[in-house]
């Protein structure tokens, strides 16, 4: 099992800046794909942006150029820096671990995240 704990939500001004953290822990050797997912609320959950095994990494349009994955091997943590922030990038904000072709997935217990206009 892996368990995911996210950090580092918090309320932010319009045009400013959060990092958000993903620490992984138990069994993470085989995990190779890891994504921020968000939900707002009223909204569908929906993906953010995602990193892979490979470092291959891919984001929602509505934040492309604005937020940033990457990853701490060393410390089994996944970032999601996240610049010029709008109101509408308000939401829950999700952890998600996988193994590509399996069924098995870990989602963290989420980090708010608000932005105020």
């Known amino acids: 099992q892996v368990q995911l704990v996210e950090s580092g939500g918090g309320l932010v001004q319009a045009g400013g800046s959060l990092r958000l953290s993903c620490a992984a822990s138990?069994?993470?050797?085989?995990?190779?794909?890891i994504g921020w997912f968000r939900q707002a609320p009223g909204k569908q959950r929906e993906l953010v942006a995602a990193?892979?095994?490979?470092?291959?990494?891919n984001y929602a349009d509505s934040v492309k150029g604005r937020f940033t994955i990457s990853r701490d091997n060393a410390k089994n943590t996944v970032y999601l820096q996240m610049n010029s922030l709008k109101p509408e990038d308000t939401a829950d904000y999700y952890c998600?671990?996988?193994?590509?072709?399996?069924?098995?997935?870990?989602w963290g217990q989420g980090t708010q995240v608000t932005v105020s206009s």
């Open positions: 138990g069994n993470t050797f085989s995990i190779n794909y």
């Open positions: 990193i892979r095994g490979d470092g291959d990494t």
């Open positions: 998600n671990a996988r193994r590509l072709n399996t069924a098995y997935e870990a």
